[in-house]
């Protein structure tokens, strides 16, 4: 069952506080991003990874931190929370290759207050 | 650098109206690979379809879209809108130097009324 999946899917934390998103598949992929979705802004990347322990900064790195120590988990670290990082989050992952499908988690829906 | 631009913002339809949802790119990249996904409310996006061939058409339950490089465009379009089309639209481009990032449009939601 090709799946991914993250944890949790709401989250409302205050500002200042750590916030920790997980994200798994189990396909094998080699390749995962994390991505946020915002009205009127699209899907903007903020990191990929390439493999384990092989990660990329996004269009969008600042304020956040990644790890993947498996294949089939990558987390998403924001280290002292922002107001502006109120949005929802999703976890992708795809063979390799530039015409890969890239397959979407459910997302996360985070609220800093 | 590598972009798309979509039809902005919100395309209000009525039921059996065909469907376009304008999408050009821009790379330097001279075989780009082109993109449409879907994302329903409350569910995760998904692929619709995808290409990289020329003038070819592609379909994918009951939507099409066709590759043209010389315009640059891969314009979305199905025949007769269902209410169940209602959705968030991306296009998407995988162009310079294929490091498996995809370039996201800023999204178009369709919302088909009866």
């Known amino acids: 069952d090709m799946k991914v999946t993250q944890m949790p899917r709401y989250l409302i934390k205050r500002m200042g506080e750590n916030v920790l998103l997980e994200c798994g598949q189990d396909m094998s992929h080699e390749t995962m991003y994390w991505y946020r979705q915002d009205p009127g802004l699209g899907l903007q990347l903020i990191y990929i990874?390439?493999?384990?322990?092989?990660?990329s900064e996004g269009d969008i790195p600042k304020g956040y931190r990644v790890s993947r120590k498996k294949r089939e988990h990558f987390s998403l670290i924001l280290d002292s929370a922002k107001t502006n990082q109120t949005s929802v989050y999703f976890c992708?992952?795809?063979?390799?290759?530039?015409?890969?499908?890239?397959?979407f988690g459910p997302g996360t829906r985070l609220t800093v207050l | 650098g590598d972009s798309v631009t979509q039809t902005e913002g919100l395309v209000t339809l009525t039921e059996g109206l065909p469907v376009m949802l304008n999408c050009t790119y821009q790379t330097i990249y001279s075989n780009p690979f082109l993109f449409w996904y879907v994302h329903y409310l409350n569910e995760s996006p998904r692929l619709l379809l995808k290409s990289s061939t020329d003038n070819k058409r592609t379909e994918h339950q009951g939507f099409h879209a066709t590759l043209h490089k010389s315009s640059s465009s891969f314009h979305l379009q199905k025949s007769s809108a269902q209410l169940s089309d209602s959705a968030l639209y991306y296009c998407a481009l995988s162009g310079t130097g294929n490091t498996r990032k995809l370039i996201f449009g800023l999204g178009t939601t369709l919302q088909v009324q009866p």
């Open positions: 990874s390439y493999d384990v322990d092989s990660n």
């Open positions: 992708a992952s795809s063979w390799t290759g530039g015409f890969a499908e890239q397959f």
